[in-house]
């Protein structure tokens, strides 16, 4: 949800104990500085609140004990003139406040502790940066607004699928393997033409010679392996 559209009160910070100062004009476009106030002697002292509701905010200083509202100001944006940080110290600050008639005046405000100061900053901080957010998302286009691909089928239309059978040769057919070469069976060459090899006969290659050369003698077959 964006926080313009919340529509309740929301408190950002709550501070039992601030001070608040009158502070001299500003006769220059020179920052603040606190060191210029009666430090020791603070004009008021009580609550403060940080209140947001949407996209506004208030700073409200309150009485501690009965809430009676001591004074507000409105913060339409930080840092800005509502709110300034003072150039010689974290502690201090100098806030616009304005009541029901429309007067304004600036005065000073100071926490005691220093971590009471930073989470007065934080929180400002916090409320416009996500508020800025707020702002970019907005501008972005919603998935409403975006035209949606329509997959649905128009009234007659018809969609075919081919189911294929799986081929027999393609499922059992398999990369042939690359013969070895240098290692392995050695791949037997033909001999040379015209070379004589003496190669042992067969058993069977004797029984043929044996029955068709009954008669040749010994002499013969030395011949034929000169």
């Not at 150039?87 to 405000?109: C, E, L, Q």
């Not at 919603?142 to 393609?170: A, H, V, Y």
Request: include cysteine; proline fraction near 7%.
């Amino acid at each position: 949800m964006s926080l313009v559209d919340v529509d309740y009160e929301r408190v950002l910070l709550v501070k039992p104990e601030v001070f608040v100062y009158r502070i001299p004009p500003r006769t220059s476009n020179r920052g603040y500085r606190a060191s210029e106030w009666k430090l020791d002697a603070p004009d008021w002292s009580g609550r403060l609140r940080i209140l947001a509701k949407a996209e506004k905010l208030i700073i409200k200083l309150e009485d501690k004990n009965s809430g009676e509202l001591f004074a507000a100001c409105p913060v339409d944006s930080y840092p800005s003139s509502a709110v300034e940080s003072v150039t010689d110290s974290a502690r201090y600050f100098v806030i616009n406040i304005k009541d029901g008639s429309g007067r304004t005046a600036f005065i000073g405000i100071g926490f005691v502790d220093r971590s009471d100061s930073f989470d007065f900053n934080v929180a400002l901080q916090d409320h416009f940066r996500y508020l800025k957010k707020d702002e970019e998302l907005a501008k972005q286009p919603s998935l409403e607004t975006e035209k949606k691909l329509d997959l649905s089928f128009k009234e007659g239309q018809t969609i075919k699928i081919n189911i294929g059978k799986k081929s027999e040769t393609s499922s059992t057919t398999s990369v042939p393997r690359p013969k070895p070469t240098g290692s392995g069976m050695p791949v037997l060459l033909p001999p040379p033409p015209g070379s004589k090899t003496n190669r042992t006969p067969s058993s069977q290659t004797q029984q043929a010679a044996s029955k068709t050369t009954t008669s040749t003698n010994s002499s013969n077959l030395l011949l034929d392996f000169e």
